[in-house]
């Protein structure tokens, strides 16, 4: 009877485990089938190349590299990225790597899971870097951080290193899969555009006006080329006229009277 009773309390618990176990550790990214590898990186924010999810990305770069890439998420998703970087030749000591992924606001995401900022030997020949994002919300409230529907920006670079591996080749492959995806909620919100970057921050305006056509009609007045009268105007003048009566009193006292 006893036996009977803990198999039972075994089973219950070990699918009370399998139900708690985190989305990440029983779904991995894995490349979309006939997807085109991405070759190359952007170097900033707005450089970032885009990239889509189960898009791999295969480039050859160098130590002291900041290397962007971009990818859409929606409400409901869940990311996991994965890079390894190779290194084809040894290096003189430890270096310390990381992934990092910002928002459409450049805030950066906390990752749930995954090696974000592996430190690797110097005899090592390859590290491996991983960040599991939290699901993408509908809404938020302003004053949080958490991850909206828009487009999110990933940067890999090295943060620790000696200064004489700097410049050394690397291998670097990448992959942004989305591990869960649970559709929009009923969260009671919505956003109303997704999180883009903005890559037109201002207009450049044009340095010469416009002429105003009715205004080139009517002719200009006198008073048009006149300055505006004001105070500084008026103590410009009366500096001038007290300097031109002092420089006038300073030649009469210093000036030497003729000898008869």
């Not at 999110?152 to 591996?165: F, G, K, Q």
């Not at 003048?237 to 300073?250: P, S, T």
């Amino acid at each position: 009877m006893r036996t009977a009773l803990f198999r039972s309390l075994a089973a219950l618990l070990a699918a009370g485990g399998a139900a708690l176990l985190p989305v990440a550790a029983v779904a991995a990214p894995t490349p979309s089938p006939g997807a085109t590898p991405v070759t190359r990186a952007g170097t900033s924010f707005l450089t970032a190349t885009p990239i889509t999810a189960g898009q791999p990305v295969r480039v050859d770069a160098s130590v002291g590299d900041h290397l962007y890439w971009s990818f859409t998420a929606t409400a409901g998703q869940v990311h996991e990225i994965s890079a390894t970087v190779t290194f084809p030749k040894a290096r003189s000591g430890a270096s310390t790597w990381t992934v990092d992924v910002f928002d459409g606001l450049r805030r950066r995401q906390a990752c749930t899971a995954g090696a974000q900022t592996p430190t690797v030997d110097g005899k090592a020949s390859s590290v491996a870097l991983g960040c599991t994002l939290r699901e993408v919300r509908p809404w938020a409230e302003p004053w949080s951080a958490d991850p909206l529907p828009g487009t999110y920006v990933v940067r890999l670079s090295v943060i620790d290193l000696p200064e004489p591996d700097l410049g050394a080749p690397v291998d670097v492959d990448l992959l942004v899969g989305v591990v869960a995806d649970r559709g929009a909620s009923a969260d009671d919100g919505e956003l109303a555009a997704p999180l883009v970057p903005n890559t037109k921050a201002g207009t450049v305006l044009n340095a010469v006006p416009t002429p105003d056509p009715e205004a080139a009609d009517e002719g200009d007045s006198p008073a048009d080329w006149l300055p505006d009268l004001g105070s500084r105007w008026i103590w410009t003048g009366i500096g001038g006229v007290l300097a031109a009566v002092a420089g006038v009193v300073g030649f009469a006292l210093t000036r030497r009277p003729r000898r008869a």
